[in-house]
């Protein structure tokens, strides 16, 4: 059984920084791409950035310079540092990994995190 578990959200002011983690557990053979998404009140999950297993990464317009997305393959831990945050980064955050099992069928498949809030105050 594999799990994802995050944790780091919390209430900050606009222009401070938080961390997010988000760590992968269970019979885990390979962690493989993994994401960042957040989703508003009212609004549509959105994928805010994501790594490749190699470490490439990429993000949505409205956080580049602001957001680093990384990992660390040996603890399968994907982290994400949020500075200069406004209140429009408002939202419950979501990990989202691409696994591949050591047992199961199929043994690659998606995991979702079960979120953490982010309050930007103004």
């Known amino acids: 059984q594999v799990q994802l578990v995050e944790s780091g959200g919390g209430l900050v002011q606009a222009g401070g920084s938080l961390r997010l983690s988000c760590a992968a557990s269970?019979?885990?053979?390979?962690?493989?791409?993994m994401n960042w998404f957040r989703q508003a009140p009212g609004k549509q999950r959105e994928l805010v950035a994501l790594i490749t297993s190699g470490g490439n990464t990429n993000y949505r317009d409205s956080v580049k310079g602001r957001f680093t997305i990384s990992r660390d393959n040996a603890k399968n831990t994907m982290y994400l540092q949020m500075n200069s945050l406004k209140p429009e980064d408002t939202a419950a955050y979501y990990c989202?990994?691409?696994?591949?099992?050591?047992?199961?069928?199929?043994?690659?498949?998606?995991?979702w995190g079960q979120g953490t809030q982010v309050t930007v105050s103004s």
């Open positions: 989202n990994a691409q696994i591949t099992a050591t047992t199961g069928f199929p043994r690659t498949r998606d995991y």
């Open positions: 269970g019979s885990i053979f390979r962690v493989n791409g």
